[in-house]
């Protein structure tokens, strides 16, 4: 199945489908209005891709419950919102920069290191 020109989506929620394989590499094309980007307690792996940066109006970003493991893009900063509950993920300087940015609502992790 394929999801394409779906410019004035808002809002794309796919939780909870038991979903597996990777996340999708969707450009800005796709979707160029999505704010809310909800793949929660799917089956996904892999890492989180880079073009997810290319989504300029994501606000929130929910990946939680998924086996992603891997580093998060730079631009998880600019979210107002994420949630990832993924031990496998290495905490970088832009999950530094997203606790520490005066938009973010929301994050959550189960990371085991205080490197953050």
């Given amino acids: ?42 089956r996904l792996g892999g890492s989180i891709p880079s073009q997810i940066c290319e989504l ?23 979210l107002r919102g994420m949630t990832l509950e993924a031990p496998a993920l290495s905490p970088t300087s832009s999950a530094a920069a997203l606790l520490n940015s005066p938009h973010a609502r929301i994050f959550e992790s189960d990371w085991e290191t205080e490197d953050v």
Avoid: H, M, Y
């Fill in 1 to 42: 199945a394929s999801v394409r020109n779906l410019k004035q989506l808002l809002i794309l929620d796919l939780g909870e489908n038991q979903l597996s394989g990777t996340i999708p590499s969707w450009s800005a094309n796709t979707f160029s209005s999505l704010q809310i980007l909800r793949l929660r307690q799917n």
């Fill in 56 to 78: 300029s109006s994501i606000q929130i970003l929910d990946l939680s419950r998924n086996n992603l493991n891997g580093s998060i893009p730079r631009c998880i900063g600019n």
